[in-house]
């Protein structure tokens, strides 16, 4: 089976700092793919990246990074610099095969990010 | 570009109504799927299709019904709401099931169940 934690449920900064929103996971999949979207106070859903498990390369997209450790299972984002328009819930997601073949996405509980100017 | 769109935005039931909540996709995607969310709970997936005439449940699929008679089209069914179903739907998409494929989401619906 397969699993997210995101343990931080809610991170409150003042805006310039910078956070850091964990996300551990759980397979036993060899190749899996990792997701971070992002929902605005609009409540959409948005994509911010996408890592295979053979790639654990560090991005940095801006003012974002994410940080994909095998060792320890873990899929970090940083917002350096962290601005107001920065306040969402960010989900992480692990897309592993299950019994029929099929990469189906499981989601993490979110964290909420307040970002106070 | 519409992209995946549901409808309605907002809904409010009785307890033991049937509602049908609409999903339509119009990039020729093989994969859909509806999740809920919930304060607290993150995105649980109901059901999902990985083609016309294919689906299976998700995390969580009681009182939920679905079916995928066209590639566009994934309407999520309840058949007698309940107040525990009371959430916000997403539809989602994507070209395929393949692991890297990235989910397009709807806007959303809002359902209250009284």
């Known amino acids: 089976a397969q699993k997210v934690t995101q343990a931080q449920t809610e991170i409150s900064v003042v805006e310039k700092e910078d956070v850091t929103l964990d996300c551990v996971y759980e397979t036993r999949d060899t190749t899996y793919y990792l997701f971070w979207y992002k929902q605005p106070p609009s409540g959409e859903l948005v994509f911010l990246i996408r890592r295979n498990s053979f790639d654990e390369q560090n991005e940095i997209s801006g003012r974002y990074s994410w940080n994909f450790q095998k060792s320890t299972s873990s899929f970090n984002f940083t917002i350096t610099a962290s601005q107001v328009v920065d306040s969402a819930v960010y989900f992480c997601?692990?897309?592993?095969?299950?019994?029929?073949?099929?990469?189906?996405?499981?989601f993490g509980r979110g964290t909420s990010l307040i970002v106070h100017p | 570009n519409a992209g995946v769109t549901q409808t309605p935005k907002f809904q409010v039931l009785k307890t033991g109504q049937s509602m049908t909540l609409q999903c339509a996709q119009d990039m020729n995607h093989e994969y859909m799927s509806w999740y809920r969310q919930d304060p607290g709970m993150g995105l649980r997936l109901i059901h999902y299709?990985?083609?016309?005439?294919?689906?299976d449940q998700g995390e969580v699929p009681n009182g939920y019904n679905v079916s995928r008679s066209t590639t566009e089209d994934f309407p999520l069914r309840l058949l007698s709401a309940a107040p525990s179903q009371t959430s916000v739907y997403f539809c989602a998409s994507s070209y395929g099931v393949a692991g890297a494929n990235v989910l397009t989401f709807g806007a959303g619906s809002r359902l209250t169940v009284l």
């Open positions: 299709s990985v083609g016309a005439g294919i689906t």
């Open positions: 997601a692990l897309s592993a095969t299950t019994s029929g073949g099929s990469y189906i996405p499981t």
